[in-house]
């Protein structure tokens, strides 16, 4: 998948293209029907397939100075979010920097100079209810407007739903924080993604036997919950040809043997013994194992992380 700046898009793209719109925090079930409307026609009618995407959440901006606004984290950081972008089969995705310059770009000035000059739009997908342009007053009915104007194609899609249940990135978001990966996962469509380097830890992982690679925590992103989890492991490294690997993973503060304040997030591979310091991991989570616990001796903790690894391979 190419990944364009907005830019360096200054001369547009000389093909027509079938784009969806949107944050696509998460990529999940409501972003796939979306994605998959522009996938369709563009095979169709021989077109690229493309989506516009943010680099950071545009509350960082919008709530920078009011008091009481938090910005929402992120289900996904951006090298996470366009990875699942490329698995679905996307030919591109335009990258927008959130920053003050385009939060002033009013909604005209986005669909003539991002749409139609830079993508050379020709069908747009986007979900009900999209908003763009400052002060987000573009919406579904300005589109439509300006679409028929154009000679542009458009597709709404309405909210999506699993059983009664509207799929949005706010529930996702929601279940992570309170442990229900499962469920986050149904919502999502596949296990719940994050992609970070290796960095130094403390070594104690290695010192009593089961020696773990510390990942980077990105403080924007909601991880799951504290506690220990099943899952995989891909190293993003040719050297590995990104071979996948059965993982333990443990998100917490390790406080049986550390006694800083200091949140961690560290990844046991059982069938992997090499050097990946420095090495962007992919990480994907299947299940929560157990909650985070302190045990009276390291010999407690040592029986149950050999039982924990036991659990990965069911």
Not at 82 to 106: C, H, P, Y
Not at 227 to 252: D, E, M, P, R, S
Not at 278 to 303: C, G, H, M, V, W
Request: aromatic share 8%.
């Amino acid at each position: 998948m190419e990944i364009i700046e907005a830019n360096n898009l200054s001369l547009g793209l000389k093909e027509k293209t079938a784009i969806a719109l949107g944050m696509f925090d998460g990529a999940h079930l409501g972003h796939q029907k979306v994605i998959s409307h522009a996938k369709k026609f563009a095979l169709e009618h021989g077109l690229r397939t493309g989506v516009i995407t943010l680099k950071s959440h545009p509350k960082e901006i919008t709530h920078r100075n009011l008091k009481n606004k938090s910005t929402p984290k992120l289900i996904t950081n951006l090298e996470t979010r366009l990875e699942i972008l490329k698995d679905m089969g996307i030919d591109f995705a335009l990258v927008i920097d959130f920053n003050q310059d385009f939060m002033d770009t009013t909604a005209e000035e986005y669909l003539n100079i991002y749409l139609k000059q830079k993508l050379n739009v020709a069908f747009i997908s986007v979900g009900f209810d999209h908003h763009f342009g400052k002060n987000r007053l573009g919406n579904i009915e300005l589109l439509r407007n300006w679409c028929k104007e154009n000679s542009i194609e458009l597709k709404v899609q309405e909210a999506f739903q699993v059983v009664d249940t509207i799929v949005s990135s706010s529930l996702i978001r929601h279940l992570l924080e309170h442990s229900q990966i499962k469920e986050a996962n149904e919502y999502l469509g596949y296990p719940y993604r994050y992609i970070a380097k290796v960095i130094h830890g403390d070594k104690k992982g290695r010192e009593i036997g089961f020696p773990t690679a510390n990942l980077e925590i990105d403080p924007k992103v909601q991880l799951p919950a504290n506690g220990v989890y099943k899952g995989y492991c891909k190293i993003l490294n040719n050297k590995y040809n990104q071979q996948t690997f059965k993982a333990a993973i443990n998100i917490g503060y390790k406080p049986t043997i550390n006694s800083e304040n200091k949140q961690s997030l560290e990844v046991h591979i059982p069938d992997f013994d090499g050097d990946i310091y420095a090495e962007k991991l992919d990480l994907s989570f299947t299940e929560k194992i157990r909650e985070e616990q302190k045990f009276n001796s390291l010999e407690e903790l040592k029986i149950q992380i050999k039982k924990d690894i036991e659990k990965t391979y069911v």
